[in-house]
Nanobody, 127 residues
Framework: QLRLVESGGGLVQSGGSLRLSCAADGFTLDYYNIGWFRQAPGKEREGVSCLNHNDGSTYYSDSVKGRFTIYRDNAQNTFHLQMTNVKPEDTAIYYC????????????????????WGQGIPVTVSS
């Protein structure tokens, strides 16, 4: 079974840090673009960050730029989202995603480049 599995979510205080992880099961992330999305209550899913494999280019939404970092761990077939200086508005369900190299991220529509999705993991930031 080919899937992505998130871990590392939970409760964190405003101003703190948290690292989300996404492990690939059944396939190798080396050949995929990778990224993170989130969906807050009552809002649409939004693209947070992504990384293109071929040239290493990255994307960050304006709301997380300078605070979040996406990076790979090829040895573990895993990638991460390091979240620092978190804010209550970062509270959401976070989803990891992987897409084919031919579909660069973020693209004209954030939601179309991924092929695999994780099941989602909650992050709650207390004020």
């Amino acid at each position: 079974q080919l899937r992505l599995v998130e871990s590392g979510g939970g409760l964190v205080q405003s101003g703190g840090s948290l690292r989300l992880s996404c492990a690939a099961d059944g396939f190798t992330l080396d050949y995929y673009n990778i990224g993170w999305f989130r969906q807050a209550p009552g809002k649409e899913r939004e693209g947070v960050s992504c990384l293109n494999h071929n040239d290493g280019s990255t994307y960050y939404s304006d709301s997380v730029k300078g605070r979040f970092t996406i990076y790979r761990d090829n040895a573990q077939n895993t990638f991460h989202l390091q979240m620092t200086n978190v804010k209550p508005e970062d509270t959401a369900i976070y989803y990891c995603a992987a897409g084919f190299l031919s579909n660069r991220c973020p693209g004209p529509d954030h939601r179309t480049w991924p092929y695999y999705w994780g099941q989602g993991i909650p992050v709650t930031v207390s004020s």
